[in-house]
């Protein structure tokens, strides 16, 4: 089955970058891997997971949360096995764990969690003031 594993994460002041990754391992073959959907979800204590960013493999649309469009940017290399998300301008309201998620879908790409069913372990993102 599909894995993924994050990496990336860590402390950055106000106004830093990050670049995190996620490896994507377990698809059947090329065309199975380009039937995902792919997306970044965070979590801070105490709050609901929400939905970051997400990317149809298929044909590469994304679609990003309001609060972090024009920052972020999700992409993913050629072979679909690395998913990445480069953040940029960070605030410390962007501090989180981050997770790498995926689903097979044919057709449209959400950014509920109940539609995923694959999840990576996290990497955790801290931004100071």
């Known amino acids: 089955q599909v894995q993924l594993v994050e990496s990336g994460g860590g402390s950055v002041p106000a106004g830093g970058s990050l670049r995190l990754s996620c490896a994507a391992s377990?698809?059947?073959?090329?065309?199975?891997?380009?039937?995902?959907?792919m997306a970044w979800f965070r979590q801070a204590p105490g709050q609901e997971r929400e939905g970051v960013a997400r990317?149809?493999?298929?044909?590469?649309?994304?679609n990003y949360a309001t609060s972090v469009a024009g920052r972020f940017t999700i992409s993913q290399d050629n072979a679909k096995t690395t998913l990445y998300l480069q953040m940029n301008s960070l605030k410390p309201e962007d501090t989180a764990m981050y997770y790498c998620?995926?689903?097979?879908?044919?057709?449209?790409?959400?950014?509920?969690?109940?539609?995923?069913?694959?999840w990576g372990q996290g990497t955790q993102v801290t931004v100071s003031s």
């Open positions: 377990g698809f059947t073959d090329q065309i199975d891997a380009r039937v995902y959907c």
């Open positions: 998620a995926a689903y097979r879908s044919t057709t449209y790409c959400s950014l509920d969690t109940r539609d995923y069913n694959v």
């Open positions: 990317l149809y493999s298929g044909g590469g649309s994304t």
